[in-house]
């Protein structure tokens, strides 16, 4: 079965995406994402403009040959949109070799190891009513853990609330101030506690704005709240930067969504610096790449936490969702579901029920791209927002 053809397709039903069609002679065709949000245009330019010409003819069902000739054969290696090109060609030829199988994808990955997947959802506020508000509603549309997200206050728009895309044609700029943000997040798990009881499994993203120590200073007063896990704590490629973190606290550690190759774990996990994994498949390498990184955690009992936020697309998304059924040392599921216009273009087999994700049975891995649909939006530059200190020192956002 050869590549008889890839398409990079970029589309924007409300946020951008790009996804890679792949297209053998005997008419299968695969679907890898290539999102990287706020530079999808160097990935579409790195797949269309160096690899794509470089797929075609070769051995469909290669898929380790090709990960690797792509990987060394281009030298230059790691990095966000390295790794997320080849990530996308990686998904795009597991899609197809499932659909040659006749196979959902998990089924190749070693088959189920549960019924179900575990998802968390968001909630988030700018004060305590509105994070409550939140946590009921995820709680009314199933999700059994909650990541909490709240507003600091004195502080305008912070990581977690509010829309961070802008698309006035420059980043945001935030305003952050470190001492107040670590005096109130205890108080809001404080209350969520009190309101909602000891079981329910909280999470809370830091989003790598604390220095080691004041990572570790909130993870001590956290300790109380027993959270599931306290993520992007401290900014991670100093990975020696967590044994301090990880002397004071016991509270559950998450690392990884802007991390690209288990090169960028090796201390984490080998030292058990952390608890979780976060990368998402579309981001390091594919599934050939998360299979290698999630065996070799396993050694260690780091588990799975893929990255599953709205800029992951429904293929990501999907292709994590099938390691997450087959995978022995799962942890847990992010889950941000799409817009109505994204699923317009996107037409997937996952499901989400009663806090469960599943992939489906459709063989591959479940997702298919309507580029009619794809074709009415068009890309929009969009940027992440860029925070600083209230003296104007850039900062972690
Ligand atoms: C966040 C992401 O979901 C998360 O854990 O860290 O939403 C992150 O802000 C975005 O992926 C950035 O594009
Ligand atoms: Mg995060």
Redesign the pocket.
């Known amino acids: 079965m050869r590549i008889a053809g890839a398409e990079v397709i970029v589309t924007c039903p409300g946020r951008n995406f790009v996804t890679l069609e792949i297209t053998t002679d005997d008419g299968l065709v695969g679907y890898g994402d290539a999102t990287l949000?706020?530079r999808e245009l160097a990935v579409a330019s790195y797949l269309r403009d160096h690899v794509v010409p470089l797929l075609i003819n070769r051995d469909a069902h290669k898929i380790e040959d090709t990960w690797q000739y792509l990987y060394r054969g281009a030298y230059w290696r790691r990095g966000p949109v390295t790794m997320a090109a080849i990530a996308a060609v990686d998904v795009a030829l597991w899609d197809i070799k499932a659909k040659a199988a006749g196979m959902p994808l998990y089924q190749l990955l070693g088959g189920a190891s549960r019924t179900g997947i575990m998802a968390y959802g968001h909630a988030s506020g700018r004060d305590l009513p509105e994070v409550l508000d939140s946590i009921r509603a995820r709680r009314e549309e199933g999700f059994r853990s909650i990541r909490v997200q709240s507003g600091v206050p004195g502080l305008d728009t912070i990581?977690g609330i509010g829309n961070?895309l802008d698309r006035t044609g420059l980043p945001n700029e935030e305003v952050w101030d470190t001492r107040a943000y670590l005096r109130h997040v205890p108080t809001v798990f404080e209350a969520v506690r009190n309101e909602f009881g000891p079981e329910l499994p909280l999470l809370h993203?830091v989003?790598h704005r604390l220095t080691p120590i004041q990572a570790a200073k909130l993870g001590k007063a956290l300790e109380p709240y027993d959270l599931f896990w306290m993520?992007?704590c401290t900014p991670a490629e100093n990975q020696e930067g967590l044994r301090l973190v990880r002397q004071h606290t016991t509270t559950p550690l998450a690392i990884g969504?802007v991390f690209n190759t288990a090169f960028d774990y090796q201390t984490l996990i080998r030292e058990q610096l952390i608890d979780y994994v976060r990368s998402a498949v579309t981001h390091t390498g594919g599934v050939t790449a998360m299979r290698k990184l999630f065996d070799h955690a396993a050694l260690y009992q780091v588990k799975s936490g893929i990255?599953g936020?709205t800029?992951i697309s429904p293929v990501g998304m999907a292709a994590g969702l099938h390691l997450d059924l087959a995978i022995h040392n799962f942890g847990i599921q992010?889950f941000?579901p799409h817009s109505a216009e994204t699923y317009e273009v996107f037409r997937r087999s996952y499901t989400f029920d009663d806090g469960y994700l599943h992939p489906g049975e459709t063989p591959g891995i479940g997702v298919t791209v309507d580029k009619d649909a794809a074709a009415k939006f068009d890309y929009e530059p969009a940027y992440?927002p860029v925070n600083r200190l209230r003296d104007g020192t850039v900062h972690d956002w």
């Open positions: 949000n706020g990581y961070p993203d989003h993520e992007d969504e990255h936020p800029d992010e941000a992440l």
